[in-house]
Each structure stands twice: as C-alpha cells, then as structure tokens.
C-alpha cells in the first residue's frame, strides 16, 4: 500500500524540524495521518490560497507534526497528547491580506465538510480568546460530529 503524500504541501512544511534531521521523507510521510493529509490538500483547493503551516526558512517547525524535542512540547509540565505529536493536527496560517479571516475560513471549510474524508475538529478560542490560524485536526470527538469546534 503506497503512502499519501500531499499535492500542495512539501514534508517540511508538515513536520518539526528534529524529524526532518533524523528520517528519511519516505518514513515521515507516514508519520502523518492519511486523512489529515487528504483534507489538507481538500481545503488547499477549495480554499484556493497558499496556505502555510511550518516555514523551515524562518525557523518556524511547530504547526504541524511536533516530537518530544521540540518547544511546545518539552517545556509543558504535564504529559503532553496532543493532535500534533500524534500527526494527526495542523496550525494553518493564511496569507496577510487575502480578504478572510481565520474565522471565515472555519466557516467556508465547515461548508464544504462533506467533501472532506472524515470528522475534523477546529480548535478555535484560546481563554476565551478568537484565534488567528486555523487548527484543523483528525481526532475522533465525542459528538461524533462531521465538524467539532472547541
């Protein structure tokens, strides 16, 4: 059985930095959830903007796969499961003025979820707080919901 690869991302834009050092991209391709990378390239067409996770030339490798070397992870006090160190989550950034809001594009992506392989979960208020990318993961919810914000 072959892996998916995505269409519109490159492995580096999908993975910290630490992995992309010590495997091959054959190996970390499927690392990554299938449906996850399916639905990445779904909401990269029907979206049809550049969408940005990681920025290797910036230094920025944390909105997607996460290990246990990296930041977010190694600093937190307790054990620490996330949709992200299980490649199952992304952080999409869109571009500065593209003319949508990370809200928007919740919103447009929750319309065409139909299309999408599976359930997916937006994570979409911090302390209450709107946030300013859109997390998209993979993780079964409760609700057993075609779209769950929390």
Known sequence: MSVYKCKHFKIQE??????????????????LDEDLKKILDIIRE?????????????????????CHQCDLVKNNKSPYISAHVQGKA????????????????RQDIEDFADELPCNIRFEHMQNGVPISWVH??????????????F
């Open 90 to 105: 992304v952080d999409i950034l869109l571009p500065a003025n593209c003319g949508i809001t990370a809200e928007k594009a």
């Open 46 to 66: 029907r979206l049809n903007l550049p969408l940005t996770i990681n920025q290797p030339k910036m230094g920025v490798f944390q909105r997607g796969l996460r």
């Open 136 to 149: 998209v993961d993979v993780r079964d919810n409760a609700d057993d919901k075609k779209v769950y914000w």
């Open 14 to 31: 999908l993975v910290c930095n630490h992995v992309m050092q010590h495997y091959s991209e054959e190996q970390i391709w499927s690392f």
